[in-house]
């Protein structure tokens, strides 16, 4: 089992920046993707960021250049720096652990609203 404790979340102005965390715990091996996704009201879960225990990062085209993906991979933990945030990243975001399963945390809540 993984256990997550994300934090980070909260109401920021359009333009603004948040800094999310994601630090897991459980039962797993030292290699893993965790990344995060979002899920706006009314739609369907989508990716926007993903890093690799050797530090390769993707993102989603619509958070490119403003997102930043980082790792601290001894404590299991990531972060999602978001800058020029943008009324549409209003969504609850979700931290995902992948190794082999997958395994997701419980969910922050950003809203981006003046």
């Known amino acids: 089992q993984v256990q997550f404790v994300e934090s980070g979340g909260g109401l920021v102005q359009p333009g603004g920046s948040l800094r999310l965390s994601c630090a897991a715990s459980?039962?797993?091996?030292?290699?893993?993707?965790m990344g995060w996704y979002r899920q706006a009201p009314g739609k369907q879960r989508e990716f926007v960021a993903i890093i690799t225990t050797g530090g390769v990062t993707n993102y989603a085209d619509s958070v490119k250049g403003r997102f930043t993906i980082t790792r601290e991979h001894a404590k299991n933990t990531v972060y999602l720096q978001m800058n020029s945030l943008k009324p549409k990243g209003t969504a609850v975001y979700y931290c995902?652990?992948?190794?082999?399963?997958?395994?997701w945390g419980q969910g922050t809540q950003v809203a981006v609203s003046s």
């Open positions: 995902k652990l992948v190794m082999g399963a997958e395994f």
């Open positions: 459980g039962s797993f091996l030292g290699i893993w993707t």
